[in-house]
């Protein structure tokens, strides 16, 4: 049973940083990637970042480039996001998300997506 957890969500101003954590995802061998998406008031979920478990290379959205970094720490098996120079418009509900082996979860292709996170705050003001 795979059970996303996100954390790290809060309230922010502009201009500060923010790290979000996602655990209960597998190793490279049970998923593919792991990504970050997000969904801002009235909009549609969008991605963010994602990661993929084999081999470590990130694919970002032009929203977070050079704004975000996606990394893993395999001791933890924890995947964040570190999010720097914070805009109002970052103000969303951040999930995490993870695809089986065969699928691969990120931005413009979430039906790749097998498991979803609950979501966590991030608001900027």
């Known amino acids: 049973h795979v059970q996303l957890v996100e954390s790290g969500g809060g309230s922010v101003q502009a201009g500060g940083s923010l790290r979000l954590s996602c655990t209960g995802f597998?190793?490279?061998?049970?998923?593919?990637?792991v990504a970050w998406f997000r969904q801002g008031p009235e909009k549609p979920r969008e991605g963010v970042a994602a990661f993929v478990l084999s081999d470590g290379s990130t694919t970002y959205e032009d929203s977070a480039k050079g704004r975000f970094t996606v990394s893993k720490d395999s001791a933890e098996n924890t995947l964040y996001l570190q999010m720097s120079n914070l805009k109002p418009g970052d103000t969303a509900v951040y999930y995490c998300?993870?695809?089986?082996?065969?699928?691969?979860?990120?931005?413009?292709?979430?039906?790749?997506?097998?498991?979803w996170g609950q979501g966590t705050q991030v608001t900027v003001s």
């Open positions: 998300a993870a695809s089986d082996m065969g699928g691969y979860c990120r931005g413009g292709h979430m039906t790749a997506c097998n498991y």
């Open positions: 597998g190793d490279g061998h049970q998923h593919y990637a």
